[in-house]
């Protein structure tokens, strides 16, 4: 069944992300004074996740959520 839609939707499809592209997402988003921190942190989400941005996007939100984690803004 195809129903008409008021609005043009684009599909983007995501592949995972390498060990790297996840590093400076976390580098963008984690304030820490030591860069080894955000090193394990960024090598963890990428073991945790297999570098599914969505995946990724969900387990750092939680993690300042909890407050595990302290955003630059």
């Given at each position: ?38 090193d394990a942190l960024a090598r963890w989400l ?6 599914q941005p969505l995946f990724l996007l969900e ?15």
């Open positions: 069944m195809n129903l008409p839609r008021a609005i043009a939707v684009t599909n983007v499809e995501l592949g995972p992300l390498v060990a790297q592209d996840t590093l400076h997402f976390v580098q963008r988003v984690a304030a820490g004074s030591d860069q080894a921190q955000i990428h073991s945790e996740t297999a570098g387990t750092l939100r939680a993690l300042l959520e909890q407050k595990a984690v302290v955003s630059r803004s």
